[in-house]
């Protein structure tokens, strides 16, 4: 696979300027454009660009790709995207979305966007998809920049950007109603309307997705807990204020269920999340001249995140003394507690080379905690039993303000300033209040040096309060052949920035209104904690180096898009973030290389074929690995998402009022070359109108021709096919 890719990408470097030549005379075509003759970008270096110029790799997925796939989230619409893997993280119950590699359970090097607003958490680092206020049919493109855009949006744009770009109300007008039904406890629906008053238009929007998630192997009914069932309302609201000023503002309100799948232990029931999620948006733009646009764009974000559970604890692991014990010298309590519940007693545990290695003030802490424990015989076997408060409160504070000049036919360049608040309250993670402030300062300047030679150097500059200052660069050259095709030389720095938990945490488990016990205690604490005033750990780095080929060959209804990189990535996180980890380092490395393809092709006016490819070759290199008890597991948590080959192909015929779209999926050497994934969907839509009334039906089926787990052994349907049943209607 390797090779053959490599050789197609020569070939077709090789031939470019051949068929520059060929193809030169010809002129576009309507349905591959989306204004001025020539499609365009907006997200890669905040400017809009044509594709040809564009100093990034960029996927473009348009609504009418959405609509004829037929999938029902977003996350699904990823795997069509090449170098993009899908998985799901039992940790939070989440999708996990990689480009290239990443842990499933922590997503957090991705860059997402809602109309250039942020939906990566505030205080805990991830995206949590089920928990973002957009509906599908309300999207009218998302651009993925596939490779590091730090230089345009900043810290954690680390791997790529994923830019959601929703339809204008104007563009939307009219009432539209979907319903949508079938197996896995799919249950979906749609409620939107759009309308115009004056120089006003605006959206309101109602939504409700619920399923019951895996069943397992063979499961006679669904035994897993991890359904979920969400539903938001949002508005748009955008008014022309001048014929050169427009005023958009957003808001939206959420609320959800999420079921978390965990071995109970000390839990006496499962720890749901209840979810609850509201921001309001605006942004000003105003034209200057033709040559000279501005816009200032706040939003406020709020996520409350209530999990509470009910536990019952043995009461001498809630002893203060031995808190303080384990404050002092963790390593020695977590060796007595393994002996003493595996059953060896106090003696065979406390030998004289373990209490000798003991400080005068952890043997006190010691004997403290055995005179309690062994003041009645029952003290040892005694449980407490409380509630423990999980909950997370976060927000965020937006400002930014961009300014795009066109100084000369050859110069242009798009700069400007933003800060940020995050902030999180929970008592378990933070014992109160965490903030991080962050300055930023941007600059992309577009130069064509040559009308056949564009460059892009651009830069981000970042001041935060909880982490170093930091600088990410890019420089980018694209040789156009012709208007529409080009060859790119891209150079790219990137930086995530640890988040609060990963730097700042102050976590400890608090047993609220516990019952009676030896202790006296009524809000006891589990002795096992960490306290960090600040680990010190770095920016996770990335520097990013890619050739690329894009070409659009109107007559030949044909856009192909091929490049060939090699990411080094060093100072990366990757232990686990939990309780139990106290030590987390920033020393991790990994070198990932390989190609990708996408090719959109209309042979005629009624098919379109969609294909992607991408090989990956990662290589990852553990730093200090003392005190890891699973090093083979940490060295595969990094690719545990990862697959060697990747191929999606899908064609879609539409006739008058029908259309199908067929689709295969494939990839191998996935999850460390221990599982193949490979899938077939088929979707299928039949329309009638009755006046003003379009009334439409479709029916989606997906099998999966291997029936290997996505991440985990527990990650797998009973039934090979998935199906559900969607009717709607406009008017």
Not at 134 to 145: F, G, P
Not at 215 to 226: L, N, S
Not at 515 to 526: C, F, I, K, S, V
Not at 683 to 699: A, H, M, P, V
Request: hydrophobic share 35%; net charge negative; with cysteine.
């Amino acid at each position: 696979m390797k090779q053959h890719f490599l050789i197609g990408v020569l070939v077709w470097a090789t031939c470019a300027q051949a068929l520059a030549e060929d193809f030169a005379d010809f002129e576009l075509d309507a349905p591959f454009v989306l204004e001025d003759d020539i499609p365009v970008v907006l997200t890669a270096a905040r400017l809009k660009q044509p594709r040809a110029e564009v100093p990034a790799s960029v996927t473009v997925i348009e609504a009418e790709h959405i609509r004829a796939w037929g999938v029902r989230t977003l996350p699904e619409l990823m795997r069509f995207v090449p170098g993009m893997f899908i998985g799901h993280g039992d940790d939070e119950n989440n999708a996990s979305v990689a480009y290239h590699s990443a842990n499933p359970n922590l997503m957090r090097r991705l860059q997402v966007l809602v109309d250039g607003r942020s939906v990566y958490r505030a205080g805990i680092a991830a995206v949590v998809w089920d928990d973002i206020p957009v509906a599908l049919e309300d999207i009218l493109r998302i651009e993925v920049t596939r490779g590091p855009n730090a230089a345009a949006y900043g810290a954690n744009s680390f791997a790529g950007v994923i830019n959601i770009v929703t339809k204008h109300p104007a563009d939307s007008l009219g009432t539209h109603v979907r319903y949508r039904n079938g197996n896995h406890g799919v249950d979906d629906s749609y409620l939107s309307y759009s309308g115009q008053a004056g120089m006003s238009s605006f959206r309101i929007t109602a939504n409700l997705q619920a399923d019951s998630g895996f069943d397992g192997d063979e499961a006679k009914k669904d035994e897993w807990r991890d359904s979920r069932r969400h539903g938001f309302v949002s508005a748009y609201v955008s008014r022309q204020l001048q014929p050169e000023t427009q005023l958009n503002l957003q808001a939206a309100v959420k609320q959800g269920h999420t079921d978390i799948r965990q071995n109970l232990g000390a839990y006496q029931e499962p720890p749901d999340q209840e979810t609850k999620q509201y921001y309001v948006w605006s942004k000003l733009q105003h034209d200057h001249s033709a040559t000279h646009q501005s816009h200032l764009q706040a939003y406020v974000s709020v996520d409350d995140r209530q999990q509470g559970v009910d536990a019952c604890v043995p009461t001498f692991l809630l002893d203060p003394d031995l808190y303080n014990f384990y404050s002092s010298n963790p390593d020695a309590v977590n060796e007595l507690i393994g002996g003493v519940t595996s059953g060896q007693s106090l003696a065979d545990v406390l030998t004289p080379e373990y209490l000798g290695a003991l400080s005068a003030e952890e043997q006190g802490y010691l004997s403290n905690v055995i005179a309690r424990v062994s003041a009645d015989a029952d003290n040892f076997s005694e449980v407490s039993c409380g509630d423990i408060d999980y909950d997370t409160h976060e927000t965020r504070i937006d400002v930014e303000w961009q300014d795009t000049v066109q100084w000369s036919p050859q110069i242009r360049t798009v700069y400007g300033l933003s800060f940020r608040r995050d902030q999180v309250d929970s008592e378990t993670f933070f014992d109160g209040v965490r903030r991080n402030d962050t300055f930023r300062a941007f600059i992309n300047a577009e130069w064509r040096i040559t009308d056949s030679l564009v460059s892009n150097i651009g830069a981000m500059y970042e001041d935060e309060n909880a982490n170093d200052d930091a600088v990410s660069p890019r420089i980018a050259l694209n040789w156009l052949l012709t208007p529409q095709q080009s060859i790119r030389l891209v150079h790219s720095r990137a930086v995530r920035s640890p988040d609060m938990l990963e730097q700042q945490p102050d976590y400890n488990i608090t047993l609220h209104n516990s019952t009676d016990n030896y202790l006296g205690a009524e809000n006891p604490r589990y002795y096992m904690h960490q306290v960090f005033s600040n680990r010190g750990l770095g920016h996770e780095r990335i520097a990013s180096n890619e050739i690329g080929y894009y070409g659009l060959f109107p007559t030949a209804r044909l856009e192909v898009d091929f490049k060939v990189y090699r990411d080094r990535m060093w100072d990366l996180i990757s232990n686990p973030i939990n309780l139990e980890t106290l030590t987390v380092r920033s020393d991790t490395e990994m070198v990932i290389s390989g190609a990708e393809m996408q090719l959109q092709w209309k042979p005629g006016l009624n098919d379109r074929l969609w294909a992607t490819a991408a090989y990956v070759d990662t290589h990852v290199r553990l730093g200090d690995t003392t005190g890891v008890a699973d090093v083979e597991n940490l060295f595969r948590s990094e690719t545990r998402l990862s697959s060697e080959n990747s191929m999606v192909v899908s064609w879609t015929h539409t006739g008058r009022d029908w259309s199908t779209t067929a689709s295969h999926l494939w990839a191998d050497s996935y999850n460390h070359g221990r599982n193949n994934y490979r899938r077939f969907e088929l979707n299928g839509r039949k329309s009638w109108e009755i006046s003003s009334l379009t009334i439409w039906t479709g029916l989606f089926w997906q099998h999966r021709i291997s029936n290997d787990r996505i991440n985990y052994t527990n990650q797998v349907y009973s039934d090979r096919n998935s199906y559900y049943l969607n009717v709607g209607m406009d008017f």
